[in-house]
């Protein structure tokens, strides 16, 4: 009995010397996300790949090819050193020190379109129209069910994110770039592990497919696919001109394009039970084969009680993106299994199956 209550003794130190440190998180965390999108904006990844010098960039040489002051450039670089999205190592001579780039600060290269680069998703979020209902999160939670408390984002824009994306160009730019790069880096793998899915289908249609990305990469994976990129019609005339790929204006609440397929990519989870389930009952009338969605499932409960470290890591991603939705949406959410078979059901849909991309999101396959 002793023994136990020195354990427990030990174990609430412990706990309170690691509050000490962790509480910290909370009063200077952003400075992890602002240190990352300077290093984006000046373009500091770029700089350090491409210096003609394959020894380590050094402060002066790196201050010198971005204009950059040397003594904050330092500070970032020291900080961002720290969190491991670069390294500081020794020069050939060891008489300074420079700097190299990571597989982290690699995929900070907004100029890089090469399937890894997340910087352009970095910068839609880090922009001031999407910070700013981050602060208001307490506004929506403190709402009575159906309250006539407006959501995070609408509270401080005076709209949704949507009709922001139709008055505001550039932010809708910054939208449309934010999913081209999210499409390069998961489109390649569903079609690995959906390869099967694709033969005998003809036609596909990607809804709210934006700039077109996503149906791009899939007709170079499908050849014998006929794309269609469907989305708002403000959206589609400024999306790409692509072989293989006709783009459709539309509304997904009133109607989608008749085809063999259907594809829906990080759609779903922007609205309410209701608008999911009647896009849903929509994407089922257009097609007789199968609906692709590509969201994420946040996990019940464990499977066990050991947990692989990504399998966490995995699972903090897709609960920030459930928070995400709280403060950029007005009813959108992160589901559970249990969540999407209700949404599933209630459409329609005869059955489906979930396949694992190793990634936040999976690919739930519905069956008319």
Request: net charge negative; glycine share 6%; charged share 25%.
């Amino acid at each position: 009995l002793l023994y136990k209550m020195e354990e427990s003794k030990r174990n609430l130190l412990n706990e309170e010397a690691k509050a000490s440190l962790d509480i910290w998180r909370y009063a200077l965390g952003i400075a992890d996300i602002a240190a990352a999108k300077c290093a984006i904006d000046l373009k500091i990844p770029e700089a350090i790949e491409t210096h003609p010098s394959s020894q380590p960039v050094t402060l002066a040489e790196l201050s010198s090819t971005i204009s950059a002051s040397p003594s904050h450039l330092r500070r970032i670089m020291r900080f961002l050193v720290h969190l491991g999205v670069f390294k500081e190592v020794p020069t050939e001579d060891g008489l300074t020190t420079g700097y190299t780039n990571t597989p982290l600060s690699r995929r900070m290269m907004i100029t890089k379109r090469d399937g890894k680069s997340m910087a352009p998703l970095i910068l839609f979020e880090t922009n001031h129209e999407m910070l700013a209902p981050w602060l208001s999160l307490s506004s929506v939670v403190s709402s009575p069910v159906n309250g006539s408390h407006p959501p995070p984002f609408d509270a401080v824009h005076g709209k949704d994110v949507w009709a922001l994306t139709k008055d505001n160009p550039c932010f809708g730019e910054m939208i449309n770039e934010a999913m081209a790069c999210d499409a390069r880096r998961v489109v390649p793998r569903i079609a690995g592990a959906c390869h099967d899915l694709f033969d005998g289908v003809a036609t596909v249609v990607d809804v709210g497919g934006g700039t077109g990305e996503a149906m791009g990469i899939l007709v170079k994976e499908f050849p014998w696919i006929k794309g269609f990129n469907f989305d708002l019609p403000h959206v589609i005339e400024v999306a790409q001109v692509l072989d293989g790929v006709e783009n459709v204006g539309g509304d997904m609440f009133d109607s989608i394009p008749k085809c063999d397929a259907v594809f829906v990519k990080w759609v779903l989870h922007d609205w309410g039970d209701e608008d999911c389930i009647k896009i849903l009952k929509n994407c089922k009338e257009a097609n007789i084969g199968k609906v692709f969605i590509l969201e994420s499932i946040i996990r019940d409960k464990k499977k066990t009680m050991m947990v692989e470290e990504r399998d966490k890591k995995l699972e903090y991603v897709r609960l920030m993106l459930d928070i995400a939705m709280m403060a950029h949406t007005t009813t959108g959410k992160e589901r559970t299994l249990k969540e999407w078979d209700f949404v599933l059901n209630e459409a329609g849909f005869a059955r489906y199956e979930v396949r694992d991309i190793d990634n936040v999101h999976c690919v739930i396959i519905a069956y008319p």
